[in-house]
């Protein structure tokens, strides 16, 4: 999923200002360049993350789900005519605009909280998967990040 934001920002123009990836759902906070359509990136994100995630999930002989998990993601496609047979990622997103500073703010404190809200861990900055440290800390996250001040 890092890879995937990371492509995103180096080939689209995509600037990640937060993010929290969960076990089946992804939060962001994102804009992009002069140029590029915000749409469009998160086209070009599930498409890049969905490839490489059947890929994965085809390699692994140890993944013990393989079979299910390929046949679970191929039926989700053939429901779908925009597909080409395989379907990873819900087709609508919820964007939420944070039209002013308190709302941005809101947004930050709930995509970070999101995990000890989940019960995966007891502090936010210790979540792996989260923008939370580099905010908390200052320290260079595994993707790059634009910071809201």
Request: with cysteine; glycine share 4%; aromatic share 10%.
């Given at each position: ?20 990836i ?70 609508h ?19 970070h ?10 502090e ?26």
């Open positions: 999923m890092t890879d995937s934001l990371k492509y995103c920002h180096k080939n689209k123009g995509l600037q990640i200002h937060a993010y929290c969960m076990t089946s759902h992804v939060h962001l906070i994102l804009s992009t360049e002069e140029g590029n359509a915000l749409s469009d990136v998160i086209r070009d994100f599930k498409s890049f993350t969905s490839t490489k995630l059947k890929s994965c999930i085809k390699e692994n002989s140890d993944e013990s789900r393989r079979e299910w998990l390929i046949w679970m993601f191929e039926r989700a496609g053939k429901k779908n005519k925009r597909n080409s047979g395989f379907q990873l990622w819900q087709q997103n919820h964007p939420i605009e944070p039209s002013n500073n308190t709302l941005m703010d809101q947004r930050l404190t709930y995509i909280n999101n995990p000890v809200e989940a019960g995966f861990v007891d936010p900055q210790t979540c792996a998967w989260s923008s939370c440290r580099s905010y908390e800390t200052g320290v260079e996250d595994i993707v790059p990040l634009y910071y809201i001040q």
